[in-house]
Nanobody, 115 residues
């Protein structure tokens, strides 16, 4: 079992950047596939980016070229570097750890992109 805590959200102007971090406690993330999801008001939660145990990233189409996911198993941390942010990126961003049938979520961090 792992517990996940996200940080790094906030208010940013269009075109700006944010670095979201997810730190795991009570367990190691090394065996888990990790991902970032987001949920905007009135919409379903959607996958933003994922990274395999071996470090292979995958991105949702609208964030390709703008977001970068990375992991540091030694620090039990997953980072989502978000650049060239757009108003449509506004959402609560959640960190997820998944291994077989086990899936764990953080509480989320709010990202608001607005001028």
């Amino acid at each position: 079992q792992v517990q996940l805590v996200e940080s790094g959200g906030g208010l940013v102007q269009p075109g700006g950047s944010l670095r979201l971090s997810c730190v795991a406690s009570l367990g190691s993330i090394s065996s888990y596939s990790m991902a970032w999801y987001r949920q905007a008001p009135g919409k379903q939660r959607e996958l933003v980016a994922s990274i395999s145990r071996l470090g292979a990233p995958n991105y949702e189409g609208s964030v390709k070229g703008r977001f970068t996911i990375s992991r540091d198993n030694a620090k039990n941390t997953v980072v989502l570097q978000s650049n060239s942010l757009k108003p449509e990126d506004t959402a609560v961003y959640y960190c997820n750890a998944r291994l077989l049938l086990h899936s764990y979520w953080g509480q989320g961090t709010q990202v608001t992109v607005s001028s």
